[in-house]
């Protein structure tokens, strides 16, 4: 009967993991300010570490940001599509979508920014 009995693990992150953790949000932050080029060394990393953090609450963390990446990678490929599609009228109306993704990409880094240096999930 005993076998069945798993000790608990570990799941508190390393602080070097914790550190590349902030160092991701600040990454998406530039990338914010920088037209998205430096979030997508942001999201390499996020790619790279999230194993480090499984079982612990910086797996989270790193879904989120993967996550804020993506959805914010579509809304701002929608307001190109707009671009194209009406031959560059669309930049009239394309500042929607762009400001949609940039205002909520905001909203979240700082949720989890906030979320993390309390060492908190984020959902």
Known sequence: MSDLITPPSNNAPTESTVQITHVTYALFALGLLTGGLVAIAGLIVAYIKRDDAAGSYLASHYRWLIRTFWWSFLWVSLGWLLVVVTLGIGFLVAW???GIAWLWGVYRIIK???????KREVS
């Open 96 to 98: 929607i979508p762009w």
């Open 112 to 118: 989890g920014w906030l979320r993390l240096s309390d």
